[in-house]
């Protein structure tokens, strides 16, 4: 076992971000799929477990400010599965989540030339009928509140694992880029979290859709390109040519 990751993973929840939107630029190449990144074991163990779950985590909606919703309870009400409730569910399945973690960390940590921390163990479910509209993962993105931080400002990268794939819908989408993605059971999938990424969830049909999401903030830059924490890089949806653009309305409202 890697004690240094172990022990990086293992310090203090870091939840300030030293790396400022936009840095990671605006390729679709920053969104990457691997697909049968979890075992057989593995997915069965989650996905029977995330079947299994009847404790659901207990939340309140938080508004910035500006009166703006920067969380909303309701919209995630009996369907998240925090480290906490997993352990009440089943103590099992947070060593399973932890250990996954450790496998992509690295992968993470040399495709952006960071290293890195990761955010708790959380199962979430996906219901018939639900959907999420684009979003960023670490700040708000739309109206007079763009560019500002979000309940989570240190998602500086998002991850997801899959458990099942057999629902209809549930693509996961990013308009900036046209790209969409039907998730694969057992794959692991990357991006940054900043606005220029921001992403969708199409309609789920059929049976619920499960999974594992989770965020990374970065601790330290490794690659010779450095965060300027002064500079304004270039996030599309500031950009004043594309004021009164509808550049990310798309496929969710199907």
């Not at 697909?35 to 057989?40: G, I, P, Y």
């Amino acid at each position: 076992m890697n004690m240094e990751r172990m022990n990086v993973n293992h310090l203090e929840r870091v939840t300030t971000s030293i790396t400022p939107s936009g840095f990671f630029g605006t390729s679709k190449d920053n969104i990457v799929e691997l697909e049968n990144f979890m075992t057989e074991e593995e997915i069965n163990f989650l996905e029977k477990s995330a079947k299994g779950i009847t404790i659901w985590d207990v939340t309140e909606s938080h508004v910035n400010e500006n009166g703006t919703t920067i969380y909303d309870a309701n919209y995630w009400k009996d369907r998240v599965a925090t480290r906490p409730s997993l352990d009440r569910n089943d103590p099992k399945i947070g060593p399973v989540i932890e250990g996954l973690f450790q496998r992509l960390q690295p992968i993470i940590e040399n495709f952006f030339n960071v290293k890195v921390q990761p955010t708790g163990q959380t199962i979430v479910r996906w219901l018939p009928g639900q959907l999420q509209k684009p979003h960023a993962d670490k700040e708000l993105h739309d109206g007079p509140d763009a560019g500002l931080p979000n309940d989570f400002p240190y998602y500086d990268i998002a991850s997801l694992f899959y458990l099942n794939d057999d629902y209809e819908g549930g693509e996961i989408y990013w308009p900036l880029q046209g790209v969409s993605i039907k998730p694969k059971r057992g794959a692991a999938y990357f991006f940054p979290g900043d606005m220029n990424y921001i992403h969708g969830v199409t309609a789920i049909k059929g049976n619920i859709r499960y999974t594992v999401p989770f965020f990374w903030t970065i601790l330290e830059h490794t690659g010779e390109n450095k965060p300027d924490m002064n500079k304004d890089y270039y996030r599309t949806l500031l950009d004043p040519e594309n004021r009164g653009k509808n550049l990310y309305e798309s496929v969710y409202e199907e």
